[in-house]
């Protein structure tokens, strides 16, 4: 992508209703005006809310966002770029229940107030080998989560990384937090089983459909290589601190 196309990208970024831009100020180490208001002032209705984090171009957001009108949806990411692409379509054709927000997801805390999530999607993010805390399910962001998630709230985490999927499990096992479901090949072996699963009576059958019917950018790339997807849903419920999981990292670096 050219200079001169991130610019023109940026620049209709700000013309998006559907696109929250704060600037550090507002979310280093104090709350932002929506934080706790998402429904009432950004959404204008009341409906669970659902973020996905690392959102890229917004096609996950977009797509839930279609597929289930009684529920609010928000991505995040920090590429002014990739969130063009999403925040163009939900902006040109007027979602309602869409919305992005670019902010680094270390400032997630100043956004979102306690009990104001129903659910969280982390799709193909960095499995920062050999960085846990900059990992999305460290004991460090389930902590974050945990403040504003509610009771039972889930998180979805649909990945290529055998590595991230078989930590994000071991720290779910060490810390007592209940799975709901998991596939380690999930358009393969492991399709049928997760029909059967308890996400389907938790979230609804339309949301395992989507994890099969709608596909990221990077996504299909992975899947045009081969390389098999896999999946799992957790609560974060937990008293106290979150620790790190005894695992076998080795085994699953690629």
């Given at each position: 992508?050219?200079?001169?196309?991130?610019?023109?990208?940026?620049?209709?970024?700000?013309?998006?209703?559907?696109?929250?831009?704060?600037?550090?100020?507002?979310?280093?180490?104090?709350?932002?005006?929506?934080?706790?208001?998402?429904?009432?002032?950004?959404?204008?209705?009341?409906?669970?809310?659902?973020?996905?984090?690392?959102?890229?171009?917004?096609?996950?957001?977009?797509?839930?966002?279609?597929?289930?009108?009684?529920?609010?949806?928000?991505?995040?990411?920090?590429?002014?770029?990739?969130?063009?692409?999403?925040a163009k379509f939900a902006h040109e054709n007027r979602l309602p229940n869409v919305g992005f927000l670019r902010t680094r997801i270390e400032f997630i805390e100043s956004m979102f107030a306690r009990d104001e999530v129903s659910e969280i999607w982390i799709t193909f993010a960095d499995p920062q080998i050999g960085r846990e805390k900059k990992r999305l399910t460290s004991p460090l962001f389930l902590a974050r989560y945990r403040n504003f998630l509610k009771p039972g709230g889930i998180i979805h985490l649909k990945t290529d990384s055998r590595y991230l999927h078989e930590y994000s499990k071991a720290i779910a096992e060490q810390n007592g937090l209940e799975i709901l479901a998991e596939a380690t090949d999930l358009y393969g072996t492991d399709r049928d089983r997760l029909y059967?699963?308890?996400?389907?009576?938790?979230?609804?059958?339309?949301?395992?459909?989507?994890?099969?019917q709608v596909q990221t950018f990077y996504e299909q790339q992975y899947l045009a290589q081969g390389i098999p997807i896999t999946y799992l849903a957790f609560t974060v419920d937990h008293e106290g601190p979150y620790v790190s999981p005894e695992w076998e990292p080795d085994r699953w670096e690629r």
């Open positions: 992508m050219s200079g001169k196309d991130k610019l023109r990208k940026f620049r209709e970024n700000e013309g998006f209703t559907c696109l929250v831009q704060p600037s550090t100020a507002e979310v280093l180490g104090c709350d932002h005006p929506l934080k706790g208001r998402w429904n009432s002032d950004f959404f204008k209705a009341d409906r669970p809310v659902v973020v996905e984090l690392g959102c890229g171009k917004g096609e996950y957001t977009v797509e839930l966002g279609l597929r289930n009108p009684s529920f609010n949806y928000i991505g995040v990411d920090i590429k002014g770029a990739r969130l063009w692409k999403g059967d699963s308890g996400i389907a009576s938790v979230c609804g059958k339309d949301a395992v459909d989507a994890l099969f």
